[in-house]
């Protein structure tokens, strides 16, 4: 009986465990991001282009800048995550960022946007405000 208890009373801690996970944020990696402008460099071509970066969310539909696309959360860790995300009628992507730090990522994103293929492996740097 007393074993019983105690396997209860594990398995009570690990439920309450639970919801203080839970309350972190999804993809709290890109909140850490510095919020302005950043410029993407192409590792293919060297071709650079700068957009403004409300938050690091900003970076995952670098091709799909619309909104109303379905994302889903493949990896979510401390220093990269990974997104999968759907835009009914025009594609899909995959895109990976990397942390170095709060104004430098590592960026890839490939899928299908407009009926072709688009591919992009770079840097994306903060280079000051908006």
Known sequence: MQKLGLLLGAFGAA???A???AEVSELAMLDTLQPGMWEIRQRSD???RNICVRNGRDLIQLQHRQTGCTQFVVQDDAQEVT???TCRGDGYGRTTIRKEGSA???LQSQGSQGGG???LAG???RTGPC
Do not use: T
Request: no cysteine; charged share 15%.
């Open 15 to 17: 439920g309450l465990a």
């Open 19 to 21: 919801p203080i996970a």
């Open 46 to 48: 060297g071709s650079r």
């Open 83 to 85: 997104v999968q995300y």
């Open 104 to 106: 430098l990522v590592q």
């Open 117 to 119: 293929p688009f591919a």
């Open 123 to 125: 840097e994306a740097r």
